[in-house]
């Protein structure tokens, strides 16, 4: 039986697992809103494909959050302040893309939309590289001290080769996810050409991969004592890769988009079994680590949480389904065009 | 300045900005569904036609309210760390709740209803737009759960250093949190009702599509002044709490530095010497303080000077008194918006009742105009009486302000977000107040011609007939 600490874990890596499967995708399709679209028709397409969905997307990354706060407040008072910086900066990007999508429609000039679409394109590329790198971070270990203050130096202990390697594969894997997304939510042209260009990154996102999970064995120490169960995990994750080579060759666009949604499902669950039993690695002294218990809240609060997130989940994750039932007809040109 | 002050500001400015848009989006959205059920229930477009338009004002604002809403959450652990790390056991809770109850649920359903016009039966579009409404209710409660654990610590026990729960239930029947809920939400729905009457207003006077702005002015005045009562009397229920509760806030609300007569009377103004603890120029109302504090024309209420003492006694030498000016000015700010909007909204109810609502009361509808104002004025101030008068405590009795700050931010790291925060805040205030301006003065019935070519290009529609889109 999982302990109450161990639950919660889980639950934290499912909620950012499902973030990532999720919001990744809407990332990806924001991130194609400037490289993909020709015109602006297309790229209001692209938009109203991810229209209904990408803000409760996001509300994943958000009760991941409140989900560290009342299990491991520790954890999150560890790693929101020393992740100052960068966080700053992803709520900036958070900020700016969630307006735009609903600012852009709403006035019809070049300019107007222009300004909006930077905003959208970068408010969708620098999340994934962010979060990639704080995460790339959380297993190489982190310059926390006794008293589990985290004083990390913006470059070095953050931004550094390995982290950024980890920051680029995230950014890639979410504009690959976004692109099959797009190829079940659109059609004709656009279609075609997403799927194109999934395939032509497909290369360049497995030097990433290979090259991130290189680094990973070198740069970290998770491998220790679990190196079988993570190598098949990195086994699967790359079977899962291939797979969707196979299924975007074939244009089986529903399996690819699973199996591009799979990579990034593994990749985040290889981080924190990469993590378990800390949820903080100290780069100073491994006495200072955070753990699932110094980092908890007491018992009666994770019996309480516990009571009341597994009866609302099944309720969360039942609407969420059937939003994705009621607008599955793919979007075009001649669409009602909500943004 | 120091990382405290420097953290103080950011958390403030963020905060204020924050709570302009969360209390139109409550109010709003709940004027909407009503607008909508009305279009289930009596089947005229004109209602539909209400919910769409004032479904465009609420969007923008709902926009803005959810993503400033992300750094609320953020902002605990990123500059209040040490504070997470002592509260966390209780306090992470409600949000985590909040996340799960209600921003899934907001962020769902509001997606159906943006774009299940044509997807969802009425009728389960209308339950989309409650479903909506119940969610913002529902965050507005968690949040204020934990906010009321600041003001009244209950439920938990210092263990580890640190407080922990052990009473769930004592957390979400707080009596802090009994009162301080309603009165929000009341507000919430009057800051809501009096956008749409002050915009209903504009559009009179301007004798631009008058049946369409009467109809939604007389629903909104309703419910403009059941609230505006609704928050006025709970906030009488507050005060009585306070003094209970929260001695020295009420004192410095009521600028009292020596403990009063009996029976107490209200200050209504007053020059406030912080430095001397002492006032001039008092303007007073006999019995009022009393009757504010018990609900009856007796009772003395006790001043700063001697709860400081007490305080210094119970836990150990510092300054426990609050900033004794801004706590003041804002409870006065707060109440006199409160009453003009009472006065306001029942002649307004008057006038509806009365079928008068037209351009003869150009004063009237100015008033209304500027009304828009108010209520966020008075939440503003509201929330500064609050928080302020709690100083220098962060949580009431268990923690200060100025320990709570994480340790491991420097200043300058604050510095450069509060620039980034406002300066990006600044444009979406002005981008928005732009957008709001626009969808106003093109009216409801501006996309008429547009939505048809929309509606008829849709070819799953039976009678469709494919054409591009024009924009």
Same mark, same amino acid.
């Given at each position: 039986?999982?302990?109450l ?7 934290v890596?499912?909620?950012?697992i ?20 020709? *015109? ?7 938009? *109203?494909?991810?229209g209904?969905?990408?803000d409760? *997307? ?15 407040? *520790? ?6 302040s020393?992740?100052?910086?960068p ?38 590329l ?27 130096g ?21 504009l690959?996810?976004?692109?099959m ?41 998770i491998?220790?004592?679990r190196a ?14 291939v ?23 593994l ?8 993590l ?14 955070l ?24 309720f ?14 793919r ?9 | ?5 420097l ?10 900005f924050h709570?302009f848009?969360?209390?139109?989006s ?5 004027t909407?569904?009503i607008?909508?059920?009305?279009y ?22 709902f926009?803005?309210g959810?993503?400033?809403? /992300?750094l ?13 790390? +002592? ?18 649920l ?16 009425k009728?389960v579009?209308?339950?989309c ?11 507005? +409660? ?24 052990n009473?769930?239930?004592?957390? /979400?029947?707080?009596?802090?949190l009994?009162?301080?809920f ?16 002050? =915009? ?22 309703? /419910? ?6 609704g ?13 209970k509760t ?8 009521? &600028? ?8 107490a ?5 007053? +020059?406030?010497?912080?430095?001397n ?22 009772g ?46 029942l ?5 509806? &009742? ?17 009304? /828009?104002?108010?209520?966020?004025? &008075? ?14 405590w962060?949580? +009431?009795g ?5 320990d709570?700050v994480?340790?491991? =931010?420097? &200043? ?12 990006i805040?600044?444009i979406?205030a ?25 509606e ?6 039976k ?8 924009q």
């Open positions: 039986m999982l302990s600490n161990e639950l919660w874990f889980v639950l890596a499912v909620l950012f499902g973030f990532f499967f999720l919001e990744g995708f809407d990332f990806g399709v924001g991130m194609s809103t400037g490289i993909l679209a020709k *015109n602006d028709t297309e790229r209001r397409v692209l938009i *109203n494909s991810i209904p969905f990408w409760a *997307n996001e509300v994943w990354l958000l009760t991941a959050g409140g989900a560290m706060f009342a299990a491991f407040p *520790n954890w999150y008072a560890t790693l929101f020393g992740f100052y910086t966080l700053v900066l992803l709520l900036l990007a958070l900020i700016g893309r969630g307006v735009a999508f609903e600012f852009r429609g709403k006035v019809q000039t070049a300019a107007w939309k222009k300004t909006w679409d930077v905003v959208i394109f970068t408010g969708s620098l999340p994934p590289l962010l979060l990639g790198v704080v995460f790339a971070d959380l297993i190489r270990g982190l310059p926390i001290d006794q008293a589990m203050e985290m004083k990390a913006f470059f070095g202990d953050i931004v550094n080769l390995y982290s950024v390697v980890g920051g680029l594969t995230m950014v890639v894997l979410c690959v996810h976004g692109l997304f797009t190829t079940l939510r659109v059609t004709g042209d656009l279609q075609a050409r997403a799927r194109r260009l999934a395939e032509m990154l497909l290369a360049p996102l497995a030097v990433l991969i290979a090259a991130f999970g290189a680094m990973t064995y070198f740069e970290t120490d491998f220790e004592g079988f169960l993570l190598t098949v995990m990195g086994v699967v994750i790359a079977a899962a890769y797979l969707a080579a196979v299924f975007i060759a074939k244009r089986r666009d529903g399996w690819a988009f699973g199996m591009t949604g799979a990579v990034i499902a990749t985040i669950a290889f981080f924190f079994t990469g378990f039993p800390n949820v903080m690695i100290s780069s100073i002294d491994q006495a200072f680590n753990t699932l218990t110094n980092a908890a809240s007491g018992p009666y609060s994770l019996k309480v949480m516990t009571i009341v997130a597994l009866s609302l989940l099944p969360v994750l039942g609407y969420q389904i059937w939003s994705y039932f009621v607008f599955h007809k979007v075009h040109e001649q669409s009602h065009l909500e943004y | 300045m120091d990382v405290v002050m953290s103080r500001i950011q958390f403030a400015a963020t905060t204020i709570f848009f969360v209390p139109l409550i109010g709003l959205v709940f909407i569904a607008m909508e059920t009305m289930v229930v009596k089947g005229k477009e004109e209602y539909k036609r209400m919910a769409k338009f004032w479904g465009k004002l609420f969007l923008i604002n926009a803005v959810v993503v400033t809403g /992300i609320q959450e953020f902002q605990f652990g990123m500059n209040w760390s040490a504070y997470s790390r +002592f509260v966390g056991d209780v306090f992470g809770a409600p949000l985590a709740i909040e996340a799960l109850l209600a921003f899934f907001e962020s769902t359903f509001i997606g159906l209803w943006i774009f299940g016009w044509e997807r969802l039966s009728k579009h209308m339950i737009i409650w479903l909506v409404a119940f969610g913002t209710v529902m965050s507005a +409660f968690w949040i204020l759960a934990a906010n009321s654990f600041m003001q009244r610590p209950v439920g938990y026990t210092i263990h580890n250093g640190r407080a922990e729960m009473d769930f239930l004592a957390l /979400i029947t707080n009596g802090q009994l009162l301080e309603p009165h929000t939400i009341l507000a919430a729905f009057m800051t809501g009702a009096f956008l749409v009457t002050g =915009v209903s207003a504009y559009k009179l006077l301007k004798k631009q599509d008058t049946a369409f702005f009467k109809k939604s002015f007389a629903i909104a005045v309703i /419910i403009g002044l059941v609230s505006s009562i928050v006025a009397l709970v906030g009488h229920q507050q005060a009585q709490y306070l003094v929260q001695p020295m806030k009420m004192a410095a609300t009521e &600028a009292l530095w020596e403990t009063s007569s009996d029976p009377p209200w200050t209504v103004t007053a +020059f406030i010497d912080t430095k603890q002492t006032n001039t120029g008092e303007f007073q109302i006999p019995y009022l303080l009393s009757f504010l504090s018990y609900s009856k024309f007796s003395e209420v006790t001043g700063m000077k001697e709860l400081q003492s007490q305080y210094e006694q119970q836990y150990g030498p510092g300054d426990y008194i609050p900033p004794v000016r801004t706590t003041f000015w804002s409870f006065r700010i707060m109440v006199a918006s409160g009453s003009l909007l009472i006065v306001l909204s002649y307004g109810v008057y006038l509806a &009742a009365r079928k008068k609502l037209d351009n003869r009361n150009t004063w009237f509808m100015r008033l209304m105009l500027f009304a /828009i104002s108010l209520p966020f004025i &008075a939440n503003t101030s509201g929330w500064i009486m609050t928080e302020i008068g709690r100083q220098p962060t949580v +009431f268990l923690m200060t302000t100025a709570g994480s340790p491991s =931010v420097t &200043a300058g790291q604050v510095l450069f977000s509060i620039i980034a925060f406002t300066a805040y600044a979406l002005v981008v928005m107040v732009y957008l709001f301006v626009r969808v106003i003065k093109k009216g409801p019935y501006a996309d008429n011609a547009t939505q048809k070519s929309y008829s290009a849709d070819p799953f529609d009678e469709g007939v494919p054409h591009a889109v024009s």
